[in-house]
C-alpha cells in the first residue's frame, strides 16, 4: 500500500483504504480522508491545488535547453560573442 496525502487537512493516509475515496482531478488521482474533505475540495479545487508553473526550460526537436533569462541558463544570453582579432594566428592567415 502506498501512503498518499489528502489536500484538503493534510492528513497522510493509505492510497487502499482512504475513506473519503479517490477523484481524479486533471488526470491526477486524489484520494480523502473522508467524504467532508472530498466534498470540500468538489466545491473549490482550485484552492486546494498547487499551481503549476511553466517549466525554466523549453524541449525542442529532442533537445532541452534554459529559457532566455531563467537562471539555468547561466548568463549567457548576456555573454559577447568572441571578437575577430581573438581568433588564433592561424585562422587570420586563411
Do not use: W
Amino acid at each position: 500500500m502506498s501512503q498518499v496525502k489528502d489536500p484538503v487537512c493534510g492528513m497522510t493516509i493509505e492510497s487502499m483504504t482512504a475513506a473519503g475515496g479517490r477523484l481524479l482531478y486533471e488526470a491526477e488521482e486524489i484520494y480523502f480522508c473522508s467524504d467532508r474533505c472530498r466534498r470540500e475540495f468538489q466545491a473549490e479545487p482550485e484552492r486546494f491545488v498547487p499551481e503549476r508553473h511553466e517549466p525554466p526550460y523549453t524541449v525542442k526537436d529532442g533537445i532541452a535547453a534554459p529559457k532566455f533569462g531563467s537562471a539555468g541558463s547561466g548568463g549567457l544570453e548576456n555573454e559577447p560573442l568572441p571578437e575577430r582579432h581573438d581568433d588564433p594566428p592561424e585562422r587570420k592567415r586563411k
